[in-house]
């Protein structure tokens, strides 16, 4: 069953409230998305997040490799993709296309068995723990405790929000904010927050000792996650967990990290991580080092990774994505009681574009045939 061709689409979706983090402000959000056809007419489909220059990738780079394969080999071609990029450069915009590929392989291969992907991957759980995210900092306080409440009042028990707004120079109105959600939320769910890379490290250690008075229990990327060693003093210094891992391409990029002990929960973005198969391996470094896993972000396609993974703490349901893909894809799970169930009775994700409302956000599409 050989691939006959590969499309491409990209489609950028305008955010509805503002967005910005600690180190990065935006207004829109784009998706590339990649479908194979099989000569038989069965198609899979992957995405990733990111620049629009990875679906010129997936055309000028990855496409004539994939035309004529056997569709039922995803690690053969995994491995093909990784080793044909390496003067390219793997990091960046060459893993996003690979992710994006080898998940649409990996949901073709499903697709023709006609099993959902967690079980062809082999399923350990058939639902996966989420948590709220989203909280951003350029919105309003207000926006943001009417965000995380509602999460919570709808099931979920544990909630994440942005810190450290413009490289964390108002570091009193992080704990204001910090504190009003505590207060509207109790004392019942987990707070986690994210500072995106925006403080220094001395500046986390002081900003985690006061969170902690507000029970923050998950404190994501204080520092960049370039800063391994940054990383790991501060993980020894602070009471709460150390998050990290979302701007990982490539297995050794965690692997490097883990012998770091940069972090004590290694999160992975399968649209990143160099799809289906890097997250997978991810999983497992993790699970050999005894360490909480995490998946960032994409929960449509992370709800099914992750009851595949050895084990998984939670995967990051955040409101950015979790909307998009409302937006673009029919069939998209949604959380029930604070946990995403894969729909066992659709095969591959259970993913397809809604065409009609999806065009309305196209930027570009290609195809290549053989």
Known sequence: MGISRVDTSVFTV?????GGDGTATWDSTTIVVVELTAAEGDRGLGYTYGSAATASFVHDELAATLLGVEAAEPRRMWARM?????NAGRQG??????SA??????DLDARRLGLPLFRRLGAARDAVNVYGSGGLTAYTAEQVVDQLLGWVESGTARVKMKIAKDRGRDPDED????AAVRRAIGGGPELFVDANGGYTTKQAVRMADRMAEHGVTYFEEPVSSDQLRELA?????????VAAGEYGYDPWYFQAMLDA???DILQADATRS?????????????????????AHCAPAAHAHLGCAAPAIAHIEYFHDHARLEGMLFEGVPRPFKGSLVPDPSAPGLGLSLKRADADAYLTSARATEA
């Open 93 to 98: 915009v060459a893993a996003a296309a690979i």
């Open 274 to 294: 160099l799809g289906v198969t890097g997250w997978l391996i991810a999983a497992d470094l993790a699970y050999a080092r005894g360490l909480p896993f995490s």
């Open 233 to 241: 003093t501060i993980r020894t210094m602070i009471p709460m967990d």
């Open 14 to 18: 305008p955010t509805d409230l503002p």
């Open 82 to 86: 990784v080793a044909q990029v390496r």
């Open 175 to 178: 704990l204001r904010r910090v």
């Open 101 to 106: 590929v080898d998940m649409a392989l990996w």
């Open 261 to 263: 002990r940069a972090v």
